[in-house]
C-alpha cells in the first residue's frame, strides 16, 4: 500500500484565472485514490499553503475551480480535496468518518507545493468538522477559518430532516441506533488537542448550518482556553452576497498571514 499523501499523477486542469495554475491531483489516503484539485499563483514566490475543505456531499458543494482560484489570488497554495468516492476517486465518503484522512493526507500533498512551513485550512459547511479534525490530529497547522461550518454531527442530524436518510445510509443508522459512529465523528471533546489559531464566520440567519454550531465551538474553544475569533453576520444565511462574499475572502486570508508570525 502506498504512504498517505503519496502522488500518484497529475494531469493540467482548465484555469478560468490567467494567473493561477490548476492541477488535478490523484493521491493516496488509507489504501485509496483520491483526487482533489490545486490551484498554485503563476507569479514565482514563497506562498503559504491553505487546505481548502469543501461543503456537501459527492456532487453538492464540490469544488470549483472558480472559487479556489480566487483563494490562490491572495497569495497562497491552494489545494482542494474531493474526498474519497468523488469525482472518480476510490472510496466512499462516509461525511467526516474514514473520508477525514482525505484532509488530513491533503496536508502531506500540499506541503509537496509550498516552500514556507505555513499551512491553514480553510472550511465551509461540511467542511468544517473535516477541518476541527485536521487540526485535531495534526500538529502543523497554523490557523482554521471555518465558514458556516459543522462542528457537531448530532445538531446536524436533528436540524437538517432533509438530510437524515443521507445521514443514516452514510453513517449507519440513527444518532440512536448506532450513538458510537456518531460520537466517534464528533470533534468538539477533542478541541482541547488544537494548538492552531482558529476564526469562525457565520452568518446569523443561516438556515443550512444554525448559528449554533458557531455558538458550541466557541463555548469548546472557550472552555480549552484556546486562542480564536469570531466574525457573525447578523444579517446573513449560509451564502453571502457576493461583494460581502469577496470582501470576506480577503479579510480573511490576511487574517491567515498574521497567525503565527
Avoid at 17 to 35: A, D, M, Q
Avoid at 42 to 69: C, E, T
Wanted: aromatic fraction near 10%; hydrophobic fraction near 40%; charged fraction near 25%.
Amino acid at each position: 500500500m502506498k504512504v498517505d499523501g503519496t502522488i500518484e499523477h497529475t494531469l493540467p486542469y482548465p484555469s478560468p484565472n490567467p494567473h493561477v495554475k490548476l492541477t488535478e491531483i490523484v493521491y493516496w489516503s488509507c489504501g485509496f485514490r483520491v483526487k482533489g484539485l490545486l490551484a498554485e499563483p503563476r507569479k514565482i514566490g514563497n506562498y503559504d499553503g491553505i487546505l481548502y475543505l469543501r461543503g456537501g456531499i459527492q456532487n453538492i458543494g464540490m469544488v470549483r475551480a472558480a472559487r479556489i482560484a480566487q483563494f490562490a489570488t491572495q497569495g497562497f497554495v491552494v489545494f482542494a480535496p474531493y474526498y474519497r468516492g468523488n469525482r472518480g476517486g476510490e472510496g466512499r465518503d462516509e461525511f467526516a468518518g474514514e473520508d477525514r484522512f482525505d484532509a488530513i493526507n491533503g496536508v502531506d500533498v500540499l506541503k509537496q507545493f509550498v516552500s514556507v512551513n505555513r499551512i491553514h485550512l480553510f472550511a465551509f459547511s461540511r467542511g468544517g468538522i473535516m477541518a476541527l479534525w485536521t487540526a485535531i490530529l495534526r500538529s502543523d497547522i497554523t490557523s482554521v477559518v471555518t465558514w458556516s461550518g459543522v462542528s457537531d454531527i448530532l445538531l446536524t442530524y436533528e436540524e437538517r430532516e432533509d438530510m437524515r436518510r443521507m445521514m443514516k445510509r452514510v453513517i449507519g443508522g440513527t444518532p440512536t441506533k448506532v450513538p458510537d459512529a456518531y460520537e466517534e465523528r464528533q470533534p468538539l471533546n477533542r478541541i482541547n488537542a488544537i494548538d492552531a489559531s482558529i476564526l469562525i464566520i457565520h452568518g446569523r440567519r443561516d438556515g443550512n448550518v444554525g448559528f449554533e454550531h458557531a455558538l458550541r465551538l466557541e463555548k469548546a474553544l472557550i472552555e480549552e482556553n484556546k486562542k480564536f475569533e469570531t466574525w457573525y453576520f447578523k444579517d446573513h444565511t449560509h451564502y453571502f452576497p457576493s461583494k460581502i462574499n469577496r470582501q470576506t475572502v480577503r479579510d480573511l486570508t490576511e487574517w491567515m498571514k498574521r497567525q503565527g508570525v
